[in-house]
Structure formats: structure tokens, C-alpha cells
């Protein structure tokens, strides 16, 4: 909140966002999550490519949509 207040730019927070449910209480302070590992492990869980990918879908679709799921004032 001390950071909106300061700036008008948006905001986004990182660091250990895994789940949809991370990520919807992330926007409810935040403009942006940034996720990195999460989808690196994602990636990295299987050596059949096509899976890998998909695996890494299904997480941005889940962490999508979880901060989609706030509504903002």
C-alpha cells in the first residue's frame, strides 16, 4: 500500500508464486505477479517436450486466472 501510494505506476510482486490461489491473494495488493521457478520446474518435470510444455500452460492458466479473480475497487 506504502508503494501505490508513492507511485503511479503498477505494481508487481514475486517470489514464490506457485498457485492460483497465491496469485489471487497477490492481486489483491498487487497489479502483476511475477512467477520464474514455478514454471521452470514445471518445465523441467518431465523430459517428453510436449508434456513439459503443457505442464507450464496449465500453470500460467491457473495463475492466470487466479489474478484475474479479483475484482479491483
Not at 38 to 64: F, H, N, P, R
Amino acid at each position: 500500500e506504502r508503494i501505490k501510494r508513492a507511485t503511479d505506476i503498477p505494481i508487481a510482486v514475486g517470489f514464490g508464486i506457485r498457485t492460483g490461489k497465491q496469485a489471487s491473494e497477490i492481486a489483491e495488493i498487487a497489479d502483476g505477479a511475477v512467477v520464474g521457478t514455478a514454471l521452470i520446474e514445471k518445465m523441467a518435470s518431465s523430459s517428453d517436450k510436449d508434456v513439459s510444455v503443457q505442464a507450464a500452460l496449465a500453470l500460467a492458466t491457473e495463475l492466470s486466472a487466479g489474478m484475474r479473480s479479483v475484482t479491483k475497487n
